[in-house]
């Protein structure tokens, strides 16, 4: 986790990626995944390291976001196989989640996975739009409540909660955010396709 006096730069740098994901995600797909990159990586390295040295956290934050978007970058070409991975793997915990409670079988995270690689190959502008939409729509929202000043959002990820990197399962008592977050994502989805529409 990164200082606290690097909090809120860092939380208006979520929103305002977030808000370019959620909204232009299609027309700017190179720079919504070199964004993800380095702010994935710099979060996982920063993680990862103790409170000791802040030179110390943020040059880790920084090598780790620098190599997220050298990932990323490389991904470029099968990024789009990836996102409808991601997509395919929330859709078995969603599923999951409201028919039966709890984690789904691996097997059945494995194959929605897959599947969702695939159909993303076939549709591939749709798959970006809901993914980019989706993923801008949570970043948005949890660097929105960094900048309300509630902590709790930059403490969790600390600690290691898997909410904050993986909105599937609920936030401890805020079911709000997973429904600002679907609603968010369609608005993001519902602008990227009347705009890629027009384009066309």
Not at 120 to 133: D, E, N, S
């Amino acid at each position: 986790m990164l200082p606290p006096s690097y909090e809120l730069p860092f939380a208006i740098l979520l929103v305002l990626g977030g808000a370019l994901s959620c909204l232009a995600g299609y027309r700017l797909f190179k720079i919504v995944l070199a964004t993800f990159g380095f702010f994935l990586g710099a979060l996982l390295v920063s993680s990862t390291m103790g409170m000791s040295s802040t030179t110390g956290m943020v040059a880790g934050a920084i090598v780790g976001g620098i190599v997220g978007v050298l990932i990323l970058a490389f991904a470029y070409f099968i990024g789009n196989a990836l996102v409808g991975a991601g997509l395919g793997a929330a859709v078995a915990h969603i599923g999951w989640g409201v028919m039966r409670g709890g984690d789904p079988p691996v097997a059945l995270v494995i194959v929605l996975t897959i599947v969702g690689a695939l159909v993303a190959l076939v549709l591939r502008r749709y798959v970006i739009i809901v993914g980019t939409a989706f993923g801008g729509a949570w970043t948005a929202i949890l660097g929105g409540l960094a900048i309300a000043g509630d902590r709790s959002a930059m403490k969790a990820a600390a600690s290691g909660d898997v909410w904050i990197l993986y909105p599937i399962p609920p936030a401890p008592g805020r079911g709000w955010m997973s429904i600002a977050w679907v609603a968010l994502g369609f608005i993001g989805t519902a602008v990227q396709l009347s705009a890629t529409g027009r384009k066309r």
